[in-house]
């Protein structure tokens, strides 16, 4: 689904006119700093400061009230005490002002009494039609126009510079720390938000009129409360339909880091890892802290992110080489094995003592043998499996043709269309291969880790594109059984789930001992007995599971002691299940339930009755497929073990990812009747061999939606 970018917020990052609500005259305070940075930074439109007591503030013409404006301004800043706020907000109104910028604090920040004035606050902007930026907003910066809309003090310190970045944040600091790390890189920034409490335009809207600008190429977010996903759905399409990034850094991935992030800006608590199933579905990176948000900036600007598998790296360090293969083997990162051809032609390039294979060690020779620096780029370029270069520069100046080297190094990105970087600990080695256009870095570790991210960042992107082809609309599925009991019984249950296409096993719901003798005869030799009731789903802990059942007296025996405990519960019972004992290799888990804000969501993990504690589970969101399945299967802890070791077959994971499929269709077509599916176990065998669904419960989401 696409949706339409709100026009009062695009012009909020290009307006013609702006007004500033309590503008004062010291340029240190909230309401005096953007008065400041508008001429500062040479933004040409109209500025109206607003403040009764002046007649100029700041060499700039003031009036006493928005309704005294020449003309209506597109935006109006915010700068004043909270109580009144309300007030300006009647003002814009009346003015036609589209747009607030409300930088006051005292709103859903301080706890519960600010939460119900930011409350009213939103209600009232959107009785009158204008839509807010904040409250406890910093506010937003557009530095190709000069509307720098911004009370941060960074913009003092380190001077702007339009570029092809986008910054959008609801933390201030977490806003301007990525953009001091990329001007000190000599990357230019051309739209900086930080938008405090997202009481009403959320950051992720605010991020889609960003990344809606054709000449930005990467978007940065921070996040604390991701409120808002079917916007940051847009913001990744709007992007990558034309090869832009969008790299993300969600906070409140801990505990005390979610419960900070509530009592910073009053943010909703979002499942973390339903957030990352999220984030990369839709093929954006989540960055884990802000070097890490920044790191892969310039690669990015070199080239939008693809697929790319094999790494070469070429110093004149060996150490260097050994340091950069350990970080790359520690990310699963392959350095790529140097063909015969190309070994054999570095052997003619380098001297003897020097390393031809991967990483390339050029030795010391190079400062006396500039032209081999050239020469075996050119070699390594026509290796089949290079598709990734990481030089890394250790030590140069006097002796070495850095410059040289430069423009070497930028010639053959260009000429082999490949992702190359350079570390470098000198800033002035970085300098200059700044200036050709190469992405540089200060430590190897970092090359590395940009080299892994924009590289696996182009596979989210790719599995992403594979993703949207999935089909999302309503599918046929099979009726929930009519009645309005929270649960349905594991018999209701299972039957649901193989009408749904999961692979279930054989049983009989059975309504007295001599049913229960018969199924035995039909399934047996070896069965398993269970109490049957939807008041009753985890049936184990009552003594209502009988394993191994191999006798017609056992089954009776069964039978009986599973009515008398069950009467002895004051509960009722639909019967005994009697079902086939089947085997495998491995037991698995799944699990659905319904987000209110990001949809069906499924779980798969190792089975068993340590689930919870040992947590080895993958987490996908519907629509997905079964090759997303396994591929996800395969991030598992116990993954070497499903592929099979020691002489073992592999397991059947494609019957797992058949069934994490038909359960994620089955609670989709019905998000208003199923709440949530536990189905544990789920029995595996080898490969080819298939599995079975054993027990399940299905709990309803309103008795009133079932049967629709």
Same mark, same amino acid.
């Given at each position: 689904?696409?949706?339409?970018?709100?026009?009062?917020?695009?012009?909020?990052?290009?307006?013609? %006119?702006?007004?500033?609500?309590?503008?004062?005259?010291?340029?240190?305070?909230?309401?005096?700093?953007?008065?400041?940075?508008?001429?500062?930074?040479?933004?040409?439109?109209?500025?109206?400061?607003?403040?009764?007591?002046?007649?100029?503030?700041?060499?700039?013409?003031?009036?006493?009230?928005?309704?005294?404006?020449?003309?209506?301004?597109?935006?109006?800043?915010?700068?004043?005490?909270?109580?009144?706020?309300?007030?300006?907000?009647?003002?814009?109104?009346?003015?036609?002002?589209?747009?607030?910028?409300?930088?006051?604090?005292?709103?859903?920040?301080?706890?519960?009494?600010?939460?119900?004035?930011?409350?009213?606050?939103?209600?009232?902007?959107?009785?009158?039609?204008?839509?807010?930026?904040?409250?406890?907003?910093?506010?937003?910066?557009?530095?190709?126009?000069?509307?720098?809309?911004?009370?941060?003090?960074?913009?003092?310190?380190?001077?702007?510079?339009?570029?092809?970045?986008?910054?959008?944040?609801?933390?201030?600091?977490?806003?301007?720390?990525?953009?001091?790390?990329? %001007?000190?890189?000599?990357?230019?920034?051309?739209?900086?938000?930080?938008?405090?409490?997202?009481?009403?335009? !959320? =950051?992720?809207?605010?991020?889609?009129?960003?990344?809606? *600008?054709?000449?930005?190429?990467?978007?940065?977010?921070?996040?604390?409360?991701?409120?808002?996903?079917?916007?940051?759905?847009?913001?990744?399409?709007?992007?990558?339909?034309?090869?832009?990034?969008?790299?993300? &850094?969600?906070?409140?991935? !801990?505990?005390?880091?979610?419960?900070?992030?509530?009592?910073?800006?009053?943010?909703?608590?979002?499942? *973390?890892?339903?957030?990352?199933?999220?984030?990369? %579905?839709?093929?954006?990176?989540?960055?884990?802290?802000?070097?890490?948000?920044?790191?892969?900036?310039?690669?990015?600007?070199?080239?939008?992110?693809? =697929?790319?598998?094999?790494?070469?790296?070429?110093?004149?360090?060996?150490?260097?080489? #050994?340091?950069?293969?350990?970080?790359?083997?520690?990310?699963?990162?392959?350095?790529?094995?140097?063909?015969?051809?190309?070994?054999?032609? &570095?052997?003619?390039?380098?001297?003897?003592?020097?390393?031809?294979?991967?990483? =390339?060690? /050029?030795?010391?020779?190079? @400062?006396?043998?500039?032209?081999?620096?050239?020469?075996? +780029?050119?070699?390594?370029?026509?290796?089949?499996?290079?598709?990734?270069?990481?030089?890394? #520069?250790?030590?140069?100046?006097?002796?070495?043709?850095?410059?040289?080297?430069?423009?070497?190094?930028?010639?053959?990105?260009?000429?082999?269309?490949?992702?190359?970087?350079?570390?470098?600990?000198?800033?002035?080695? %970085?300098?200059?291969?700044?200036?050709?256009?190469?992405?540089?870095?200060?430590?190897?570790?970092?090359?590395?880790? $940009?080299?892994?991210?924009?590289?696996?960042?182009?596979?989210? &992107?790719?599995?992403?594109?594979?993703?949207?082809?999935?089909?999302?609309?309503?599918?046929?599925?099979?009726?929930?059984?009519?009645?309005?009991?929270?649960? &349905? !019984?594991?018999?209701?249950?299972?039957?649901?789930?193989?009408?749904?296409?999961?692979?279930?096993?054989?049983?009989?719901?059975?309504?007295?001992?001599?049913?229960?003798?018969?199924?035995?005869?039909?399934?047996?030799?070896?069965?398993? #007995?269970?109490?049957?009731?939807?008041?009753?789903?985890?049936?184990?802990?009552?003594? /209502?599971?009988?394993?191994?059942?191999?006798?017609?007296?056992?089954?009776?025996?069964?039978?009986?002691?599973?009515?008398?405990?069950?009467?002895?519960?004051?509960?009722? @019972?639909?019967?005994?299940?009697?079902?086939?004992?089947?085997?495998?290799?491995?037991?698995?888990?799944?699990?659905?339930?319904?987000?209110?804000?990001?949809?069906?969501?499924?779980?798969?993990?190792?089975?068993?009755?340590?689930?919870?504690?040992?947590?080895?589970?993958?987490?996908? +969101?519907?629509?997905? !497929?079964?090759?997303?399945?396994?591929?996800?299967?395969?991030?598992?802890?116990?993954?070497?073990?499903?592929?099979?070791?020691?002489?073992?077959?592999?397991? *059947?994971?494609?019957?797992?990812?058949?069934?994490?499929?038909?359960?994620?269709?089955?609670? $989709?077509?019905?998000?208003?009747?199923?709440?949530?599916?536990?189905?544990?176990?789920?029995?595996?065998?080898?490969?080819?061999?298939?599995?079975?669904?054993?027990?399940?419960?299905?709990?309803?989401?309103?008795?009133?939606?079932?049967?629709?």
């Amino acid at each position: 689904m696409t949706h339409l970018l709100d026009p009062r917020l695009q012009r909020a990052f290009a307006p013609g %006119r702006i007004a500033v609500v309590g503008a004062t005259e010291d340029r240190n305070k909230v309401g005096g700093r953007p008065l400041h940075y508008l001429q500062r930074f040479g933004f040409q439109g109209a500025v109206y400061p607003i403040n009764p007591k002046r007649s100029t503030i700041q060499g700039i013409a003031a009036y006493p009230s928005l309704a005294a404006t020449p003309e209506t301004p597109d935006v109006a800043i915010v700068a004043v005490g909270q109580d009144a706020v309300a007030g300006v907000i009647d003002q814009c109104a009346a003015r036609g002002v589209g747009t607030a910028i409300v930088m006051s604090s005292g709103f859903g920040e301080t706890g519960a009494e600010g939460l119900a004035r930011q409350r009213e606050l939103v209600a009232q902007a959107r009785r009158l039609g204008i839509r807010l930026v904040g409250p406890n907003a910093q506010g937003v910066a557009n530095f190709q126009t000069g509307a720098v809309m911004n009370f941060s003090t960074m913009f003092m310190e380190i001077a702007p510079q339009d570029g092809p970045v986008a910054i959008i944040s609801q933390s201030g600091a977490a806003s301007v720390m990525p953009y001091a790390m990329l %001007r000190e890189r000599g990357v230019g920034v051309r739209y900086l938000v930080a938008s405090g409490n997202d009481a009403d335009a !959320s =950051v992720c809207e605010l991020a889609s009129a960003a990344a809606a *600008d054709p000449e930005i190429r990467v978007v940065l977010m921070y996040i604390e409360s991701l409120n808002d996903p079917a916007m940051l759905a847009e913001v990744a399409r709007l992007a990558s339909a034309r090869g832009a990034a969008v790299v993300a &850094l969600k906070s409140g991935r !801990s505990a005390h880091g979610a419960k900070a992030a509530a009592s910073h800006t009053g943010a909703i608590v979002n499942d *973390d890892v339903v957030v990352d199933a999220f984030l990369e %579905r839709h093929g954006i990176w989540r960055a884990n802290d802000v070097l890490g948000l920044v790191n892969a900036v310039e690669l990015y600007l070199s080239a939008p992110p693809r =697929v790319a598998e094999h790494l070469v790296v070429m110093s004149h360090s060996g150490a260097v080489g #050994v340091l950069c293969a350990d970080a790359a083997e520690s990310l699963d990162f392959p350095l790529a094995e140097l063909s015969r051809p190309v070994i054999d032609a &570095l052997a003619g390039i380098m001297p003897s003592f020097a390393t031809a294979q991967n990483p =390339v060690d /050029l030795t010391a020779s190079l @400062m006396t043998q500039g032209g081999m620096y050239a020469d075996t +780029l050119g070699a390594l370029a026509a290796d089949p499996q290079a598709d990734m270069f990481l030089i890394g #520069v250790p030590v140069a100046g006097e002796g070495y043709d850095v410059p040289g080297m430069a423009r070497d190094t930028a010639r053959f990105a260009t000429m082999r269309n490949k992702p190359t970087v350079v570390s470098a600990p000198q800033a002035s080695v %970085r300098q200059a291969f700044r200036a050709a256009g190469v992405p540089v870095f200060s430590h190897e570790t970092d090359a590395i880790n $940009a080299l892994h991210q924009w590289s696996r960042h182009g596979m989210l &992107l790719e599995q992403a594109a594979e993703r949207n082809l999935l089909e999302t609309t309503a599918t046929q599925a099979p009726a929930l059984p009519v009645g309005d009991a929270p649960l &349905l !019984s594991e018999a209701d249950s299972l039957d649901l789930l193989a009408a749904a296409g999961v692979h279930t096993v054989p049983y009989r719901l059975c309504r007295n001992a001599d049913e229960a003798t018969a199924a035995w005869e039909a399934l047996g030799p070896q069965v398993v #007995v269970k109490a049957c009731s939807a008041q009753i789903p985890h049936k184990s802990e009552h003594g /209502l599971v009988f394993i191994d059942v191999h006798t017609a007296d056992q089954v009776v025996d069964a039978w009986t002691a599973c009515s008398e405990r069950v009467a002895a519960m004051g509960l009722s @019972m639909d019967g005994v299940i009697v079902a086939q004992r089947v085997r495998g290799r491995r037991e698995f888990a799944l699990g659905v339930r319904q987000d209110p804000l990001f949809g069906t969501v499924v779980m798969v993990s190792d089975g068993g009755k340590y689930v919870e504690a040992v947590r080895d589970f993958v987490v996908l +969101l519907h629509p997905f !497929s079964e090759s997303d399945v396994i591929t996800k299967l395969r991030r598992l802890r116990i993954a070497p073990i499903l592929e099979g070791v020691r002489g073992e077959a592999p397991m *059947d994971l494609h019957v797992v990812a058949r069934t994490a499929v038909a359960l994620g269709a089955l609670a $989709a077509a019905h998000p208003q009747g199923i709440a949530s599916i536990d189905l544990n176990p789920l029995i595996v065998g080898d490969a080819g061999q298939g599995g079975w669904a054993v027990d399940a419960v299905i709990e309803r989401r309103g008795g009133s939606h079932a049967g629709h």
